[in-house]
């Protein structure tokens, strides 16, 4: 694999400038095209006022429009924070000061053409008559802090987790190695910008000089038309397995962002598709651990430059890929202990030569004075056949301080009393759940988070 020595773009560019880069829609680009388009934006973001080192608010669903910004505020040196539109304004008024955001860039759903030119928001309002002197691109340099990632903590904002390019240059190479992605092969776009897993899928494709697929608007099934690769949470996975609609064009899958069932990665091998299970997290630019499925829990050994260590039974980790540190109030906050570990809170076990994720270590709950782990119901539930994700949350309880709901994805032939009818006798009264709810669909993007699905299970138990 080659290192990169200038903006990939333009390095891809310099190498192959015919070559396919990405489609849109249906419509191919080369290296060339987009090396140049990226180079106009980011002229005009510079003629608006992004200077080196400023960080931008980038919020928008993918599409071209999102990534052609995303490469270009990259290219005027600029520190990129993509955001999910779908944040709060309340929210955002408080984080995006306290982060030092200066620009705000909100691209529409809308914005479907490839705009030389997009209106930035100066923040906070910066007035000013005068038109900034043009600036030719900094040189690339792997070293320089490039983007902002919110991760969402279990109270209070978001954390913004910054990443060097070589943080995500890192990341990338160890997938390609692992799931041998070259550049004839093509990964869809098909998780946001705005999260890690998203930003992986951009630097493996930057990393391999491969092939992007970008499809938006339509079902997924449609958009992995002569895709060869895709990242996926378990639940896409799923829809598309029950729709029996895999186009014959997708051979590998990383999966992630959650358990994932075995019963999940048995069906998809049997249709052809390999499978590799990963677990991985923001801090350290997405993937950590990965496996080819193989019929066994666990999600494999580390990737080249990460290392694992679990300690008093949490998974520790370090490795080329971590971020440079969180950002707040104008400076980098250290996330690593003084030997360099970033500590997960995530429980795990070496087991069988390799690791297997537990579950959160702060998911215990009590409830009558009796400890409840919930990754122990969720797996007697996964091993229903017709349950396809399960998350079993506390909601308060006058009585007995917190009981257990589970907030399930099951097939469609079977009811949730039916699911509720086989587990009970499987458990002790304490970890019986007093409600099964269907899990709703805004709370499936980008793995299942627990913080969200207790938010809104609490809603929904105390409403009745
Ligand atoms: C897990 C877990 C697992 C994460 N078992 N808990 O490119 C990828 O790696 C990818 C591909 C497909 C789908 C998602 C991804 C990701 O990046 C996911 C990264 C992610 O979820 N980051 S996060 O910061 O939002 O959450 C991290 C947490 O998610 C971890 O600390 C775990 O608690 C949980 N998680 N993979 C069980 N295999």
């Not at 990169?4 to 773009?9: A, E, H, K, M, N």
């Not at 080369?30 to 090396?35: H, I």
């Not at 038309?225 to 990383?254: E, F």
């Not at 007093?434 to 913080?451: F, M, S």
Request: aromatic share 8%; proline share 6%; charged share 15%.
């Amino acid at each position: 694999m080659a290192g990169i020595t200038d903006w990939p773009w333009r390095y891809w560019a310099a190498r192959k400038p015919q070559a396919l880069a990405l489609t849109v829609e249906a419509q191919p680009w080369s290296w060339q095209r987009l090396a140049s388009h990226c180079t106009a934006l980011a002229a005009d973001f510079s003629r608006q006022g992004v200077n080196p080192d400023d960080i931008v608010a980038l919020r928008g669903k993918n599409s071209a429009a999102m990534l052609f910004s995303y490469l270009a505020l990259l290219q005027c040196g600029a520190r990129v924070l993509p955001l999910n539109p779908q944040l709060p304004a309340a929210l955002l008024s408080t984080l995006l000061p306290s982060l030092g955001v200066a620009h705000f860039l909100s691209v529409a759903p809308s914005d479907a053409d490839f705009p030389l030119s997009c209106n930035l928001l100066h923040y906070p309002d910066k007035v000013t008559d005068e038109t900034p002197p043009e600036r030719q691109s900094p040189a690339w340099q792997a070293s320089r802090l490039a983007t902002l990632t919110l991760t969402s903590g279990s109270s209070g904002l978001p954390k913004a987790v910054v990443h060097a390019f070589s943080a995500h240059i890192a990341s990338a190479q160890g997938v390609i190695e692992l799931m041998a992605f070259t550049a004839q092969d093509s990964w869809l776009l098909s998780l946001p910008l705005f999260h890690v897993s998203g930003q992986g899928i951009v630097w493996r494709w930057l990393t391999a000089g491969a092939r992007l697929v970008l499809r938006s608007a339509q079902p997924l099934e449609h958009a992995l038309q002569d895709c060869s690769y895709a990242s996926l949470v378990p639940t896409q996975l799923w829809r598309l397995l029950a729709q029996g609609t895999l186009p014959d064009s997708l051979s590998a899958v990383l999966l992630g962002g959650a358990a994932i069932p075995l019963e999940l990665t048995q069906q998809a091998e049997a249709r052809g598709i390999r499978c590799w299970c990963g677990y991985g997290m923001t801090e350290m630019a997405s993937t950590v651990c990965a496996k080819r499925a193989d019929g066994q829990a666990g999600v494999g050994l580390p990737l080249l430059a990460r290392e694992i260590a679990v300690q008093d039974g949490e998974i520790l980790l370090r490795g080329d890929s971590m971020a440079a540190g969180y950002w707040r109030d104008g400076a980098l906050l250290p996330l690593t202990d003084s030997d360099g570990w970033f500590h997960t809170r995530d429980s795990g076990v070496f087991q069988y030569h390799e690791l297997h994720v537990l579950g959160r270590l702060d998911n215990q709950f009590f409830s009558g004075g009796e400890g409840i782990q919930p990754e122990n119901i969720e797996a007697l539930l996964l091993a229903h056949p017709k349950v396809r994700q399960a998350c079993v949350v506390p909601v308060s309880d006058a009585e007995f301080g917190q009981r257990p709901v589970a907030v399930i994805d099951v097939s469609p032939e079977v009811t949730l009393t039916a699911i509720c009818d086989w587990l009970t006798p499987q458990l002790a009264g304490f970890q019986r759940p007093v409600a099964y709810y269907a899990l709703p669909t805004e709370l499936q993007g980008g793995g299942i988070k627990i913080a969200r699905v207790q938010a809104w299970a609490e809603k929904i138990y105390r409403n009745g």
